[in-house]
């Protein structure tokens, strides 16, 4: 990597006045539009277990905060909300829980996968987000259906990886099971929390680079928005003095990832709506093309806070899609139903091989 280009990125994060950073927004939305076009692919949002094994510092659901109330959906609740998803024109889903590694977890998740493929004929695609699994167990749920995979790397240097997690964490086994997601023949997805404690301009444009170099088809990330039942609330947050700057600089990260890889697919995080209202929708507007609406069921939902001021806990399904609906046609866009949308990036990378 030359430092020039390295130093373009800083650069260009680095932007703080308000009309170059527009410039900057709209620069990454046209490359969007014409590189995608105005639409927006959905996935369903099926967060459907809070049960986890792990103890990151800053998600709310971690191990050992006992205000949480464990759950785990049914078999029945989970293919429900699929097929209701399938039957409203979702082309996707996607599967998301807290992480755990028992046979009895890894059982049930396979068993998930496969109801939902013969129910719908292989016709909607599925994304598993369920953090780190040996190899075996990542084959055993391709097989069973699973087509994409996201797990992200939260930040590229590993010494800010390290402070955020404890010691049973470890950077080299987390990017081996994202080179491990790919060679299975997973659509991989990666990203990053922006705004977390001593993460530098620099930090963010390695993770650009990072997102690069590992080849990914699709790329979620958001600002850090501290919980308070969480050991990194009280931390200090470094490059980012103020909400509106940390909004800022998360979309100029989007726009950014966009200018710099064109083809892949980019969500518009939820956590940009915790922070503003319309912030889902900025995202879409600085060069995401993916939104997720939350389709897990309602009495779940409070249970399922990583963060606070988590959008959407209220809202039931139908509810949530009409918002978004209203949310992507008042930018103008249009949503692709009935579409799996995988990434032209990905389409590209199969038919090359
Ligand atoms: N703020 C923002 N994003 C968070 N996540 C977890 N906790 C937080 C938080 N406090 C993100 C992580 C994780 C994804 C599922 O949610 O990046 O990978
Ligand atoms: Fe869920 Fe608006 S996006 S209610």
New binding site residues.
Partial sequence: MSPTFKSEIIDLLSLNDTPSINLLLQNAYQVKNSVLGKTVFLRGLIEFSNICVKECYYCGIRKSNSKVDRYLMSEEEILNSAMWAFENGYGSIVLQSGERNDKKFVSFVENILLKISEATSNKLRITLSCGEQSKETYKRWFEAGARRFLLRIESSNKIIYENIHPSDHNFNRRVKCLLTLKEIGYQLGTGVMIGLPNQTIEDLANDIIFFRSLDADMIGMGPFIPHADTPLFEQDIKIVGNKNELYNLSLKMVAVTRIMLPKINIAAATAF?ALYPFG?EKALLAGANVFM??ISEVKYRKDYRLYETK??VD?NSI??LQ??EK?IEGIGESIAYFEWGDSQHFEERIYNN
């Fill in positions: 709506q889902r609406p939350n959008p959407c809202e509810d949530c918002c978004v949310r």
